[in-house]
C-alpha cells in the first residue's frame, strides 16, 4: 500500500508528496502438515501442524534528487511453528538501509533481533562439534544483494 497515491486519489495533494516513496507492505503464509512423524510430544510431532507466518514492512525510498536509489525499511516477522503451541513460535524485527543502483538489483544491511518461545532449540548437532551451543543466536546481521529479471 503506498499511502501517497491514495492520498493524491482523493485530493489532498501535498500531503501526498509529502508520502512518496512511502509503502506499507504486508505478507502472510499458512501451511498444514502430514507426516509419518506423529508424537504426543509437540517438540518431536511433525504430523497434524499447522504452520503460519505474517508479517509487514515500512519501507520508504525517495523518489527525490540524487536520494533515489537509496532506501530504508523495518519490517516485523511473525514465524509459529505450530499453531496449537505458541511456545514453539518467534518474532523478529529487522530495520535495513540499502541501494538500488539498477532496477532490479538491490544491496541493503541488515540487523534482525530474535525473540524466541520457550520451545524454540537447536537440533542436536546442528552445529557439528559444538554440543554446548542449544538455541539459536538471537541477533543477526546480514549483507545481502539481489537481483531480479
Known amino acids: ?50 504452520y503460519f507466518k505474517w508479517g509487514s514492512e515500512l519501507y520508504f525510498r525517495p523518489v527525490f534528487g540524487d536520494w533515489d536509489h537509496v532506501f530504508a525499511a523495518v519490517r516485523y516477522d511473525r514465524v509459529v511453528l505450530d499453531t496449537d503451541h505458541d ?21 541493503f544491511a541488515q540487523y534482525s533481533r530474535y525473540a524466541y518461545g520457550d ?12 554440543v554446548s551451543v542449544t538455541t539459536p543466536d538471537d541477533h543477526a546481521f546480514k549483507l545481502q544483494a539481489e537481483v531480479a529479471w
Open 119 to 130: 520451545n524454540v532449540a537447536l537440533r542436536p548437532n546442528q552445529i557439528p562439534g559444538d
Open 1 to 50: 500500500w503506498e499511502p501517497g497515491r491514495s492520498l493524491s486519489a482523493i485530493g489532498s495533494r501535498d500531503a501526498a508528496r509529502a508520502l512518496r516513496g512511502l509503502e506499507l507492505r504486508l505478507f502472510g503464509l499458512t501451511a498444514h502438515v502430514r507426516s509419518d512423524q506423529a508424537s504426543d510430544d509437540p517438540l518431536t510431532n511433525r504430523d497434524d501442524r499447522t
Open 87 to 107: 511456545s514453539m513460535s518467534y518474532r523478529l524485527l529487522s530495520p535495513r538501509v540499502g541501494i538500488v543502483p539498477l532496477e532490479g538489483f538491490v544491496v
